[in-house]
């Protein structure tokens, strides 16, 4: 996620984020149900509100509500009917 200079340097902006649960890290990446921290490996599972956050953070553009499985389906098309890389 980028944070806008602006924003940064308002105090207090990095404690709207996420952490995570073993080590305080922010640096979380959430995929298919699960959310993993790059820093420790810890992982667990994604709850809805985790999910419904990190679409709105990778498609700001897309509003109205959108049923997020029909959305990972989409998504799980797309990668695997790539085909192998070439």
Not at 34 to 49: F, I, K, L, S
């Amino acid at each position: 996620m980028l944070i806008c200079p602006g924003c940064q340097a308002d105090r207090g902006w990095a404690n709207e984020l996420d952490r995570c649960g073993a080590c305080e890290s922010a640096a979380l990446v959430c995929r298919l149900g699960e959310v993993e921290c790059r820093d420790c490996g810890h992982t667990r599972e994604a709850v809805r509100d985790d999910l419904v956050r990190a679409a709105a953070r990778s498609a700001p553009e897309e509003t109205g509500d959108r049923d997020l499985s029909a959305e990972v389906a989409a998504a799980l098309s797309r990668v695997l009917s790539r085909g192998p890389a070439g």
